[in-house]
């Protein structure tokens, strides 16, 4: 129990560093990829973007969607691909080979589709190299470029505000 509290602590840790480091320079560039990632205690009809994509005329087959569970021995080949905790190690160590090349692909947009404020959620988002990120969480608002304030539960509302700043920002 202490030694989680202390993984947590380092992997915090990391995630500081990251954003401290981070420069916000959103690029003009249409949108061709976008990256999902969510919890599954919160949200986990992952088939909805795939339909609010087509909507969109988004239809790269890059797009990728990743889901995160707290739980260990979860075994469901619903999703691309998902990863929970044991997948991460100390000081922002990433035991998955998915899951790195997921944050090493440089999407033109990446949504963080989570209100929880949850370190190893966090760390993904903050270590990604997508251009634009956008996220429901305000608990950190250095982690993303957009914040749509939303419960993950009204996807209807944020697929139309979602859309609205694309168009505004002239990425549709």
């Known amino acids: 129990m202490i030694l989680k509290a202390f993984k947590t602590k380092s992997n915090q840790k990391y995630v500081n560093s990251l ?6 320079g959103v690029n003009s560039k249409k949108i061709k990829t976008i990256a999902v990632l969510f919890n599954v205690d919160e ?9 609010y994509f087509k909507e ?4 790269s087959p890059k797009h ?9 021995k979860f075994e469901v ?9 044991k997948d991460f190690g100390w000081k922002g160590k990433i035991n998955n080979v998915d899951l790195q090349s997921f944050i090493d692909e440089d ?5 963080s589709y989570y209100k929880s404020d949850n370190v190893l959620l966090n760390l993904i988002t903050a270590a990604s190299k997508a251009n634009l990120k956008v996220g429901l969480a305000r ?15 009204n996807f209807e509302i944020f697929a139309i505000e979602f859309r609205k700043y694309l168009n ?3 990425k549709i």
């Open 56 to 59: 969109l005329n988004l239809t």
């Open 107 to 111: 999407y033109d947009v990446l949504i």
């Open 64 to 72: 990728k969607i990743v889901a995160f569970t707290d739980d260990d």
């Open 43 to 51: 949200f986990s009809d992952f088939e909805l973007f795939r339909a």
């Open 77 to 85: 080949s619903q999703w691309e691909s998902y990863f929970s905790p």
């Open 168 to 170: 505004i920002l002239k």
């Open 19 to 24: 954003l401290q480091a981070h420069k916000a």
């Open 139 to 153: 608990s950190d608002e250095r982690l993303y470029d957009l914040i749509i304030d939303v419960n993950p539960k």
